[in-house]
T-cell receptor
Framework: GAGVSQSPSNKVTEKGKDVELRCDPI?????LYWYRQSLGQGLEFLIY????????KSGLPSDRFSAERTGGSVSTLTIQRTQQEDSAVYLC????????????FGPGTRLTVL | AQKVTQAQTEISVVEKEDVTLDCVYE???????LFWYKQPPSGELVFLIR??????QNEISGRYSWNFQKSTSSFNFTITASQVVDSAVYFC????????????FGAGTRLAVHP
């Protein structure tokens, strides 16, 4: 597609359930990033992928959070045993390669944990 | 450590007014990039501009202009003759030239342009 796409656009879940959020980067973009935007916390970096590997996972808030990327394209962010504090908008971004610093963002997935 | 400060939390103006959004950054890197993104009510972050640390030329794009001053570590954004469609949250961000260019964002400035 022309831009970064994310699905679902909205997700409402019950506390304790697992959720999967999907990101389709711009075709050909080798770098992929997940960010979280929650009220009062601004935009927080979660994880970075170069190809299928994740050299930096330092932003993942707990071991309930994990992410993978397959085929150097689609990425899935999984949150296990969701908590109310996980409620936020999860944003995905991609860029052409490491030395091309402009990141293009998707529309985000709004996660609400009841 | 890298840090971006947007001291203005919210700004409210009337259409056709000029408005400047402030951004101050901290970094120990000698080569870095600065960005502005716009987040309209729809939620998507829209890239506006990228500026590298060794190019201090100011830039103008239509009603938008950017003033980069290394001496004061500032990268301010001015909207001339603001319009209602400019209403959004604007984020300033910083990344170093090395590694994988993780973006460090400011807290954002919410701009409301009233008719």
């Amino acid at each position: 597609g022309a831009g970064v796409s994310q699905s679902p656009s909205n997700k409402v879940t019950e506390k304790g359930k697992d959720v999967e959020l999907r990101c389709d980067p711009i075709s050909g973009h080798t770098a992929l990033y997940w960010y979280r935007q929650s009220l009062g916390q601004g935009l927080e970096f979660l994880i970075y992928f170069q190809g299928n590997s994740a050299p930096d996972k330092s932003g993942l808030p707990s071991d309930r959070f994990s992410a993978e990327r397959t085929g150097g394209s689609v990425s899935t962010l999984t949150i296990q045993r969701t908590q109310q504090e996980d409620s936020a908008v999860y944003l995905c971004a991609s860029s052409l390669q490491d030395r091309r610093p402009t990141k293009f963002f998707g529309p985000g997935t709004r996660l609400t944990v009841l | 450590a890298q840090k971006v400060t947007q001291a203005q939390t919210e700004i409210s103006v009337v259409e056709k007014e000029d408005v400047t959004l402030d951004c101050v950054y901290e970094t120990r890197d000698t080569t870095y990039y600065l960005f502005w993104y716009k987040q309209p009510p729809s939620g998507e972050l829209v890239f506006l501009i990228r500026r590298n640390s060794f190019d201090e030329q100011n830039e103008i794009s239509g009603r938008y202009s950017w003033n980069f001053q290394k001496s004061t570590s500032s990268f301010n954004f001015t909207i001339t003759a603001s319009q209602v469609v400019d209403s959004a949250v604007y984020f300033c961000a910083l990344t170093s030239s090395g590694g994988y260019n993780k973006l460090i964002f400011g807290a954002g400035t919410r701009l409301a342009v009233h008719p």
